[in-house]
């Protein structure tokens, strides 16, 4: 997931549940990485 930017540069802050769905898909994300070195 890309955070979008506006037409001026500012950076678009994504409500609190946007975020909180982004943090989890990143914590996934991570957890597949590390599984593979276990």
Not at 12 to 27: C, F, G, M, R
């Amino acid at each position: 997931m890309i955070i979008p930017f506006s037409s001026s540069g500012q950076q678009v802050i994504p409500n609190s549940a946007d975020l909180q769905a982004y943090l989890e898909t990143i914590e996934g994300e991570i957890d597949k990485l590390f599984a593979i070195f276990r």
